[in-house]
């Protein structure tokens, strides 16, 4: 009796578990059943293999011939199987040689002519194919993607039978060049913060998010530069670790729009329109794919117009915000996706935009104005550290006058030394510190604590918004390479959270 074993990975979120495909043929009337939680894409596999061996010039074996896919209870789906089939298939039948099978792993879908086929989810594949210590095999168009992974052996072949004469040992097929080594592109051609001219607050804002690692609400009138200040922000946070880009990278890989070798160490920025769906933001579909928020894991989600997104969609967003991760339900098996994400938000003052400027009429009712407010949750508000207002102001006299704007790279100096700080106090940044480790990690003197228990009282604020002031203080110590908080580090915190401030001092009057 001949076993033929061939070696091919599934997909489960961003995992590439092993799948091994074993292969049967046995007496008795022709049949090709195909076994092991096979899906529909799966089944039809079965066609697409039979016309690309014949039209290879192979045989179909005219026996009983039983493809068993394990481990049977791992559900699989997708084309990604076809190749490895047909390799079964092939050295059951004593076409190819059995023993090549078992040194590299086949990723491809097949088409009726025999040619390869590039699927999604290649790097998660590729990267668990080098820890087996194999070589992997896939079309010739998903070879880029495969070199991602350092050290991994890439064999891409256009067809089945140029793969079967080079496994023969015929015609050698040219394995994939080592890639060059990696430099750090991480921030070239960036939008750089030398751009913003003027906007102090607003500057020193995501100084402060990307050094702590805070959310961020920015509230102001249409033409401000909202979106311009938020697309900043990626370039003042660190260059991705390894471990971090392989994840990122597996991410949009499972997505179908792999990451560019240049992009590798970069945060990736994703900014979806306010008109996207639930499931586009947070992931889902039969076969489940990633949503933005898992797209912008290790990056920045910016949410232009917040209030007009809709309700529901606000809601989903919650769980990534509280635990870093988005898990979607399925029959067969539910999947997790990783969404550490930092969210940068914007929004109108009121439904016009008018409210507060002083250079045009806010045509709202006050009526309007809070209904449009409510439209952002007390939850959703509560995970945002930072709340500012951005006013429009006479930015181009200040920088023909004043000093130029510092740029991106000096700004990040200080962020990436004020992470290396909070990483080495407490091993994760400010944003993420729970109540009870405030007083550990930051410890205040007497003036400043009571300049804090002042501030409660007069702005009449709650005691969630005690602790993310202090958490913000926190972080503008860590910038100004201090240990004990001061004064003046809750002071600049508190005018780092004005719109809850100026909520508070309003209270049933938005004028
Ligand atoms: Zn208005």
């Not at 008795?28 to 290879?56: I, W």
């Amino acid at each position: 009796m001949t076993i033929a074993i061939a070696h091919c990975r599934a997909q489960l979120g961003i995992e590439a578990p092993a799948v091994a495909i074993e292969t049967h043929l046995s007496n008795g009337l022709p049949a090709f059943n195909l076994v092991g939680m096979a899906e529909t894409a799966v089944r039809e596999s079965k066609e697409r293999v039979r016309s690309a061996l014949l039209n290879s010039g192979f045989e179909f074996p005219s026996n009983r011939i039983t493809v068993s896919l394990a481990p049977g209870d791992l559900p699989k789906e997708g084309t990604r199987y076809d190749l490895a089939i047909a390799l079964s298939i092939l050295a059951a039948s004593g076409q190819i040689p059995l023993a090549a099978l078992s040194r590299f792993e086949a990723v491809a879908e097949l088409a009726l002519t025999g040619a390869l086929r590039p699927v999604r989810g290649i790097m998660p594949a590729a990267r668990a194919c080098l820890l087996a210590q194999r070589f992997i095999v896939l079309a010739p168009a998903a070879q880029t993607e495969a070199q991602l992974v350092r050290q991994l052996r890439v064999l891409p072949a256009a067809d089945l039978s140029a793969l079967c004469q080079h496994l023969k040992g015929i015609t050698p097929l040219e394995w994939a060049a080592a890639p060059a080594p990696a430099t750090d592109r991480s921030h070239a051609g960036e939008a750089d913060l030398s751009d913003v001219a003027g906007q102090f607050l607003a500057r020193r804002a995501l100084e402060v998010a990307a050094a702590g690692g805070h959310n961020l609400l920015l509230s102001g009138p249409p033409g401000t530069g909202k979106t311009m200040l938020a697309s900043r922000l990626p370039s003042l946070l660190p260059p991705l670790e390894d471990e971090e880009a392989y994840e990122v990278a597996a991410i949009h890989s499972v997505a179908g729009a792999p990451r560019q070798e240049q992009d590798w160490q970069r945060a990736p920025y994703r900014s979806p329109h306010h008109t996207c769906s639930a499931p586009a933001l947070v992931g889902g579909g039969s076969l489940p794919r990633p949503g933005e928020v898992s797209l912008a894991h290790r990056g920045v989600l910016f949410l232009d117009e917040l209030p007009e997104f809709g309700r529901r969609v606000l809601d989903v967003l919650r769980e990534p915000l509280e635990t870093g991760r988005v898990s979607i339900a399925r029959a067969a098996r539910s999947v997790e996706f990783p969404a550490r994400f930092q969210l940068v938000a914007a929004m109108n003052p009121c439904p016009c935009g008018f409210w507060g400027d002083p250079g045009n009429a806010c045509r709202c009712t006050p009526e309007m104005v809070r209904h449009y407010r409510a439209k952002v949750s007390g939850p959703l508000l509560d995970r945002i550290d930072l709340q500012i207002e951005v006013t429009r102001e006479r930015h181009w006299l200040r920088a023909a006058n004043g000093e130029p704007p510092e740029s991106s790279a000096l700004v990040r100096s200080r962020t990436m030394a004020a992470r290396q700080r909070q990483l080495s106090r407490q091993a994760k940044s400010n944003h993420e510190l729970g109540a009870g480790e405030l007083k550990h990690h930051a410890p205040m003197n007497e003036a400043a604590a009571s300049f804090l228990a002042r501030a409660f009282d007069h702005y009449r604020l709650n005691p969630r918004s005690y602790h993310r002031v202090v958490k913000l203080a926190r972080t503008i110590a860590d910038l100004a390479v201090e240990d004990v908080l001061r004064e003046e580090h809750i002071s600049e915190a508190l005018s780092l959270r004005r719109l809850e401030i100026s909520a508070a001092a309003t209270v049933g009057n938005p004028r």
